[in-house]
């Protein structure tokens, strides 16, 4: 049975305290609190810069059993020098990455909307440098890259190296793209975003109705599972407004228990 791993982009926002954390909740508290509701996260800080080793450490040592981080690769990787000449900085990210053994689930290269086509040369040098012992997944932001005759080319390339192509809810790729390659999964595990418009500031509740969006990326879950091990997903907070509100209602839709986040009074306090 495909396992899903279900959670938000991101835990340390104050706007979730009332919301979602105990109201006086310190945010030296929210990671624990966190992953007393969902078993897994992404971490959007490597995006800007490699994790220091404390906080590796940190990370892993606060993990429950079973609980699970995503990384993003350093956007100096992906938006600064646009995959080239990066071979340096990947293996220091990678090695940090490891530190996080088992609570390690993929990591993410978020490409830029300027990363066209024309660097396939790029991509796939890339590619071939990512070290086995880790799974990734590649987010595109230009279309043209889902489109034949590149579709094609790009799905090869990261079968051939295990590579997931990332699924991603947003405004950069046509929504009824991810749905027609369900059935051409790249890799072992899938990983799935969900985004959303930028001009929400207020993260404390669901402001925007997304019951089509979710109840069709249940229909492609059912899917999905039938050819693929295990499926990591992240909410951000800009898709309805309230990330972890999102996550349990996709967690309804396709049947997984769901833990509210007013059980999270009752319990006895870990500080």
Known sequence: MTKIHLGTQGWNYQDWVGAFYP???????????????FDTVEIDSSFYAIPSEASVKSWRKRAPAGFTYSLKLPQQITHEQHLRDSQELLERFCQRALELEKTLAMVLIQLPPDFSTRAWPALESFIRLLPKEIRFAVEFRDQSWLV????????????RHEVALALVEGQWVQRGLWF?????????????????????????????????????????????CQRVEAVYGYF????????????????????QPVIEPESLISQPSLF
């Open 23 to 37: 109201r006086g909740s310190r945010a030296s508290e929210f990671l624990d609190l966190y992953a007393r509701i």
């Open 148 to 159: 034949e005759p590149m579709l094609d080319q790009v799905l090869k390339l990261l079968t």
């Open 180 to 224: 027609q390659i369900l059935d051409r999964p790249t890799a072992p595990l899938a990983y799935v975003r969900w985004m959303g418009p930028r001009d929400l500031t207020d993260f404390s509740h669901v402001q925007l109705n997304r019951d089509r969006e979710l109840n069709e990326w249940a229909e492609a879950f059912d899917f999905l």
């Open 236 to 255: 951000n907070n800009h898709f309805q407004g309230h990330s972890p509100a999102s996550c349990n209602q996709f967690k309804r839709l396709i049947g």
